[in-house]
């Protein structure tokens, strides 16, 4: 099979889920940087704004608050990983990237997710891992989101859209098992 360096990035990566405690360079945030600030958007909006955050007391808030909103709900309607009192959203990743976005612009959390998989991509690519995430969305549902909206510098307007924790994986994952009927060919 023909060998190409994207398509093995892309077959490389995974979601790592436990991390080093090696701070991450601040060449390879700027690498990251430049990949997402390169990903399209619709009409070429940019409805974009990134946060980096290397604050780990602000994550470990962070993570209070979204447990405190998670738990609300009956065990069937959360993750089960909440019933450990040691997990972390974050994953103590020492790098989580926050995207917000006006909420308004219809293709906000599409244009989102494209930009946070160049983050994953490059990622991968300078031999970093990632997880991408969507659970910090709790965080903005409590007493504190105005608090952390202002921590994270979010703009006028602006919401969570997703993050991605991004650190030295100390976890080694297969790769996850591909689900048959995920294709039609219309010719």
Avoid at 25 to 39: C, G, P, R, W, Y
Avoid at 46 to 70: F, G, T
Wanted: charged letters at 25%; zero cysteines.
């Amino acid at each position: 099979m023909m060998s190409n360096a994207v398509l093995d990035t892309i077959a490389a990566r995974r979601s790592h889920r436990a991390y080093q405690d090696t701070p991450v360079s601040q060449e390879h945030i700027d690498l990251m940087l430049k990949a997402f600030l390169e990903s399209p958007s619709a009409v070429n909006k940019q409805p974009w704004h990134i946060s980096v955050v290397r604050n780990q007391q602000l994550l470990d808030d962070m993570n209070a608050a979204i447990r405190a909103e998670v738990m609300k709900r009956t065990a069937a309607d959360r993750s089960p990983r909440f019933e450990d009192n040691k997990f972390h959203v974050f994953y103590h990743a020492p790098l989580v990237f926050f995207l917000s976005a006006d909420p308004t612009w219809r293709y906000a959390a599409l244009d989102s997710g494209i930009a946070v998989q160049n983050i994953a991509l490059a990622a991968e690519s300078l031999g970093l891992g990632s997880v991408i995430l969507g659970m910090p969305r709790d965080a903005f549902a409590g007493e504190k989101a105005d608090e952390f909206k202002k921590a994270l510098d979010f703009k006028a307007g602006e919401e969570f859209m997703i993050a991605i924790a991004v650190g030295h994986p100390a976890d080694d994952k297969p790769a996850h098992s591909i689900q048959e009927g995920h294709i039609s060919y219309i010719d």
